[in-house]
């Protein structure tokens, strides 16, 4: 199994805080992804890193920012959760092309926003 | 854009074969991948086809039609820990810009009944 940690991985919190999950690989991977998952809607991608410092947008973006600042962390943060991203939210990492870009999953977090 | 289509439930039982189908209409495309997820827990990575016809993997088959649009998976001599959601995901089709950015169908759930 690929070495990928997620935390926490369950966390509840209050409308308007921040939050920060934090995803963690010892593959050395170049690619990492942040996925969210909800009932009827699959798995969603919020954001990816192509390397350190090199991220961009998803198909949901809004109120997510990410951060990369060494290869093994890769960092999802809600500025100012909202009772919408209650979710279950998924890190992937890819050693790319040279493995067809074949992602692999985190453990997940489940995550509680009231 | 991605659209990717699955049915959402199937049913089958012990010991039989069954099939589950996905089909696409993409902007781009850079191959199909199946993954396998069970309740509570990450997706894991079954299989991945690029080229069209059959790719085997033990009791697994994955099957690509290009200009169709369409995929399967089939499931053979099946088994109650088959019991879980099956992901159909297209990879874009920009190459080395697309970054194995993945979308994900909604996910079919089979039942394996005795």
């Known amino acids: 199994d690929a070495g990928i940690t997620q935390s926490p991985r369950h966390k509840v919190t209050e409308t308007g805080t921040p939050v920060t999950l934090r995803c963690h690989q010892t593959?050395?991977?170049?690619?990492m992804y942040w996925y969210r998952q909800d009932p009827g809607h699959g798995l969603r991608l919020i954001h990816y890193?192509?390397?350190?410092?090199?991220?961009d947008k998803g198909e949901v973006s809004d109120g997510y920012s990410v951060s990369r600042s060494k290869t093994e962390d890769f960092l999802l943060t809600l500025e100012s959760a909202t009772s919408s991203q209650t979710s279950v939210y998924f890190c992937?990492?890819?050693?790319?092309?040279?493995?067809?870009?074949?992602?692999?999953f985190g453990p997940g977090t489940r995550l509680t926003v009231t | 854009g991605q659209n990717i289509d699955q049915p959402t439930e199937m049913t089958a039982t012990e010991g039989a074969i069954v099939q589950i189908n996905c089909t696409y209409q993409?902007?781009?495309?850079?191959?199909l991948f199946w993954y396998q997820q069970h309740a509570g827990e990450a997706p894991t990575f079954l299989s991945y086809?690029?080229?069209?016809g059959l790719e085997e993997k033990g009791r697994f088959s994955s099957f690509l039609s290009r200009s169709k649009g369409y995929s399967y998976l089939l499931l053979k001599e099946l088994q109650m820990k088959d019991s879980a959601s099956y992901l159909c995901?297209?990879?874009?089709?920009?190459?080395?810009?697309?970054?194995?950015?993945?979308?994900f169908g909604q996910g079919t759930i089979l039942t394996v009944h005795p």
């Open positions: 992937a990492i890819s050693a790319g092309p040279d493995r067809n870009y074949e992602q692999y």
């Open positions: 593959e050395n991977h170049r690619y």
């Open positions: 890193s192509y390397g350190v410092k090199d991220t």
């Open positions: 993409t902007s781009g495309f850079n191959g």
């Open positions: 086809n690029v080229l069209d």
């Open positions: 995901a297209v990879r874009d089709g920009a190459g080395g810009t697309s970054y194995g950015k993945l979308t």
